[in-house]
């Protein structure tokens, strides 16, 4: 058996016949189907915004009439496959703008339901690959709140953003882990190299660190501070992934020498030592308490 089919398209230009294939009928034995894409339709009202509302109230106008009168003639009427060419043809001369109906084609076999719609699927619809969400590694941050946070919550400032001005000659704002006051200042940031934050912004966070450091001791020195003992400490694991630049950054850290900067490096296995050290130690405050203290 024969069946024939004709492809809707939405016609956005009819000087340069831009075109969308829509949807598709077809008439197979007495059998009538046909389907509209619905990401094809919604593509359409990007393509051209002015006339959505025409073509959504066309479309709906093209499906009553296959509903309702084309499917009853088919079926009482369509013995013969050339009265089936004879409705296809009919409407492919159907035009009103931005409607089309293709001349029909031939199958050489059966269809059934299942069948068209897989014909549907492969030829009409757009068949977008859903992207892969991106799947973030949280262990670093679950890490930082338990050897952290946690102990050290009510003990010293933490999530605390270090205000310009604060600090003399600070020029920004910066957000740190922790910071606490104990005869010396007690800073810690944590950088998730894993999280594949974008790399300018890492190696922005990590100089801006750096300068507000050096006017951490500054501002240790005004307040009578043991500025040689502060302890500031910049948390960062290995990085993990395929990106050459994260690679390449960490390994700049990993090559510092001790003392040549105002921070030290540990990774989330120390972490804990530090944590161990601030919550112990006699008379630490927070920086806040600090500050507040000085005013």
């Given at each position: 058996m024969k069946s024939y089919y004709s492809i809707i398209r939405f016609v956005n230009n009819p000087l340069s016949k831009e075109n969308l294939a829509i949807g598709m009928i077809l008439i197979s034995g007495n059998e009538v189907y046909y389907k509209f894409s619905k990401e094809k339709i919604a593509l359409s009202h990007k393509i051209n915004n002015s006339n959505s509302k025409l073509l959504d109230y066309t479309i709906k106008k093209i499906s009553d009439f296959i509903d309702f009168q084309l499917k009853e003639e088919v079926s009482l009427f369509s013995k013969d496959v050339s009265v089936n060419l004879e409705y296809l043809n009919r409407l492919s001369i159907y035009n009103n703008g931005f409607i089309q109906f293709d001349n029909p084609s031939v199958l050489h076999m059966s269809i059934n339901s299942s069948s068209f719609n897989d014909f549907f699927k492969k030829y009409i619809e757009l068949n977008l690959k859903p992207q892969k969400k991106q799947i973030v590694d949280k262990a670093f941050n679950r890490t930082i709140k338990k050897v952290f946070f946690d102990p050290l919550k009510d003990v010293i400032d933490l999530n605390y953003k270090v205000k310009k001005e604060q600090i003399p000659n600070l020029f920004f704002d910066y957000t740190l882990d922790g910071i606490g006051v104990n005869g010396s200042v007690y800073s810690v940031k944590s950088i998730d190299l894993n999280s594949e934050k974008p790399i300018d912004i890492i190696r922005r966070e990590i100089s801006?660190?750096?300068?507000?450091?050096?006017?951490?001791?500054?501002?240790?020195?005004?307040?009578?501070?043991?500025?040689?003992?502060?302890?500031?400490?910049?948390?960062?694991?290995?990085?993990?992934?395929?990106?050459?630049?994260?690679?390449?950054?960490?390994?700049?850290?990993?090559?510092?020498?001790?003392?040549?900067?105002?921070?030290?490096?540990?990774?989330?296995?120390?972490?804990?030592?530090?944590?161990?050290?601030?919550?112990?130690?006699?008379?630490?405050?927070?920086f806040s308490d600090f500050i507040e203290s000085m005013n």
């Open positions: 801006d660190l750096e300068s507000l450091n050096y006017r951490l001791d500054l501002f240790s020195k005004e307040y009578s501070l043991d500025e040689d003992n502060a302890n500031h400490y910049l948390v960062i694991d290995p990085y993990k992934g395929s990106k050459s630049s994260y690679h390449k950054l960490y390994e700049i850290l990993m090559e510092q020498k001790e003392g040549d900067y105002p921070y030290s490096i540990i990774d989330t296995n120390y972490l804990p030592t530090v944590t161990s050290k601030i919550k112990n130690s006699e008379s630490i405050t927070k």
